[in-house]
């Protein structure tokens, strides 16, 4: 399956050919952003669109939610905060990335069965598993940490 690219004497709403069809490619999946705030929204829609659609995206969303609130309880410094946070931050940019791996190995190979696309979303999943354990380990002793000085009083 080829995709033709647009040359740049194509206006930005031309036809793109896929597999062999003319499909209309809309403008947004077409040419660069004009703007820094055009970028940002349509980051913010994948962001939001993923949030809709991905129920795990979801659960560690609420699950950072949960730990949120853990570490207020906690009393947490602010580094530690910085730390959860970034933490939080890596878990979802995992989970988006995952969910991008997954959507274009389901373009390219439609509701065909292939190894390759398989092995494909297999590994960007496993990516995301590396991230929640080693995520999860730091958090323990970040939270054990700040339980043991909270309560040693």
Same mark, same amino acid.
């Given at each position: ?57 979801? #659960?560690?969303?609420? =699950?950072?939610? !949960?730990?949120?609130? $853990?570490? *207020? &309880? ?7 905060? +910085? ?45 995301? #598993?590396?991230?929640? =354990?080693?995520? !999860?380990?730091?958090? $323990?002793? *970040? &939270? ?7 309560? +040693?009083?």
């Amino acid at each position: 399956m080829t995709v033709a690219q647009p040359t740049q004497n194509q206006a930005i709403n031309k036809d793109v050919i896929v597999n062999g069809s003319s499909e209309a490619a809309p403008e947004y999946y077409i040419g660069r952003n004009r703007s820094i705030p055009e970028a940002w929204g349509k980051a913010m829609s994948g962001i939001l669109g993923a949030f809709k659609t991905e129920r795990i995206f979801r #659960l560690h969303f609420s =699950l950072i939610g !949960g730990g949120a609130l $853990i570490a *207020l &309880f906690l009393r947490l410094t602010a580094f530690e905060w +910085a730390l959860a946070l970034a933490i939080a931050t890596i878990i979802l940019a995992a989970e988006l990335f995952n969910t991008a791996v997954e959507r274009v190995t389901d373009l390219l190979v439609g509701y065909q069965y292939h190894r390759l696309a398989r092995e494909s979303k297999d590994i960007s999943a496993g990516a995301v #598993l590396v991230t929640l =354990l080693g995520s !999860g380990v730091v958090i $323990i002793f *970040l &939270f054990a940490h700040a339980a043991f000085r909270l309560f +040693a009083k």
